[in-house]
């Protein structure tokens, strides 16, 4: 659908500007209308209203630069589009809605301090300015709901939270679009943004958005009127801002890759559901969580939707950026998901690495290593229960090996993890011994193995002994398990 632009710059006594003679102003969907500065849009018709409308291809969108009154008594009418027998995050986008407005819905307010939802049961409870709620429509089939009052015009600031994991519902103030680059991100707050879409798998999944994530990115910086999406607190509470510069009419649809970076996204593939991970690499980035470059991983409980995801700082990441390739040429990759099936990992933006960067997938638990350049989709089948960890090798494999032969013995999250050398994938019946000991002298466990990459789980903290016999030599190393 083509955008209608409509620019009012005089004083005008409205009753059919648009259509609706007799009602007011009403604005079909897919229709911009901007109030121009100095500029006084009068609706003076007798119980004459500005309706914005909504439906399933697009939204009516209002920014005012100069002012709106009601001499006839009338008031915004803003709509909001809803899918029935789906949650959808909402937030208000006039300034006197109260809970009322959904009675018989379901309502819910977020807490951060518990990550936890709690039902609004009082129908006369203000729906705050800047924050976000969740809705679940009781109607059989897709209905508009409706936000009556004053549309929302100004500065507006939102406070956050990090009193536990710092994810704060916030939402979009404006009856129209909000451009998240246009916003001056706190220092205490993560540079992401993620926006529930309900149409993903049984239950929904998360997109999310971080300026200068190109194609690593699942949604646009384009938040909606009347969207409530989640913020994560990084550096303690502070302040969100949203004023008039941040505004827009509409938006775009997802792009592709532009920035100047190096950035694998892997697309995991199953029961009909697609999802996808980042890895980028910028020089200005770090090892560690970067609240600017790096987005974390939000988990739903749609047992159908297949998740990949890195780590960082034991931080569950749906982008991670690092800053270089010569650090990072093999790089833990985990899939998770609610069902047993076939799988299938896809690797695209290969072209924004040099062609001597050689990219390859690693499956320790059938020790097949696939050229990503070559053949950019690997299959797998996958059961359910445990996460299933990949590696994605950033160079020929038999380099990474002369550069590191040693065998690497660690623990992490009550896992001892043994690594063998990837060029023991080319000796034909390669076995080895894997024996730990706790400090008496015990033999806890004793396992015979053809995996390079091995998680053996120990339940109880304390300090032990993995002595493993390889190429008729025998290796010890003593590891803590907390």
Not at 376 to 385: A, V
Request: proline share 4%.
């Amino acid at each position: 659908m083509k955008k209608i632009e409509i620019t009012i710059f005089t004083c005008l006594l409205c009753f059919c500007l648009i259509t609706g003679y007799g009602q007011g102003i009403i604005v079909p969907p897919g229709t911009d209308v901007t109030v121009g500065i100095s500029t006084t849009l009068d609706i003076s018709i007798t119980g004459g209203n500005l309706t914005l409308q909504s439906d399933a291809s697009d939204d009516a969108s209002f920014i005012d630069y100069g002012s709106i009154t009601y001499s006839g008594g009338g008031e915004a009418k803003v709509q909001r589009y809803i899918t029935n027998g789906q949650w959808h995050l909402i937030s208000s986008p006039v300034s006197n809605a109260v809970s009322g407005m959904f009675h018989w819905d379901y309502l819910q307010y977020h807490t951060e301090l518990t990550n936890g939802w709690t039902d609004i049961i009082p129908l006369d409870i203000p729906l705050n300015i800047m924050q976000g709620y969740t809705l679940w429509t009781i109607d059989a089939a897709p209905t508009v709901e409706v936000f009556e009052g004053t549309t929302n015009t100004g500065t507006y600031n939102k406070g956050f939270t990090q009193n536990g994991l710092g994810y704060n519902l916030v939402g979009n103030p404006f009856p129209c679009t909000i451009d998240w680059d246009a916003v001056t991100i706190p220092t205490e707050l993560s540079g992401a943004i993620w926006l529930f879409d309900p149409t993903i798998g049984a239950n929904g999944d998360y997109r999310y958005y971080i300026n200068g994530g190109g194609a690593s990115n699942t949604t646009s910086q384009y938040i909606p009127s009347g969207q409530g999406f989640f913020i994560r607190a990084t550096g303690g509470s502070g302040t969100l801002t949203f004023d008039n510069s941040d505004r827009v009419h509409g938006g775009q649809a997802f792009y592709k890759n532009t920035e100047d970076q190096a950035s694998l996204v892997l697309k995991a593939t199953g029961n009909n559901i697609t999802t996808q991970t980042g890895i980028r690499f910028n020089e200005n980035a770090t090892q560690k969580v970067d609240r600017l470059f790096d987005v974390y991983k939000i988990f739903t409980d749609s047992p159908d939707v297949p998740v990949l995801f890195t780590m960082a700082e034991k931080e569950n990441l749906a982008i991670n950026t690092l800053p270089a390739i010569k650090e990072n040429e093999s790089i833990p990759l985990w899939f998770r998901a609610g069902m047993d099936g076939k799988y299938s990992i896809l690797a695209t933006e290969i072209e924004t690495f040099d062609n001597n960067i050689s990219i390859y997938i690693e499956d320790p638990l059938t020790g097949v290593i696939q050229n990503l350049r070559s053949n950019p989709q690997y299959e797998f089948y996958y059961k359910s229960g445990n996460d299933r960890k990949f590696y994605i090798l950033f160079n020929d494999p038999a380099i990474i090996n002369n550069q590191n032969e040693a065998i690497n013995i660690y623990s992490f999250d009550n896992l001892i993890h043994v690594n063998f050398p990837v060029s023991c994938l080319n000796i034909t019946g390669f076995k080895t011994q894997i024996a730990v000991y706790d400090l008496m002298g015990k033999q806890v466990i004793n396992i015979e193995t053809s995996i390079i990459h091995n998680q053996i789980p120990i339940d109880k903290s304390a300090l032990y002994i993995v002595k493993v016999i390889f190429n008729d030599n025998i290796i010890s190393e003593k590891v803590y398990i907390k």
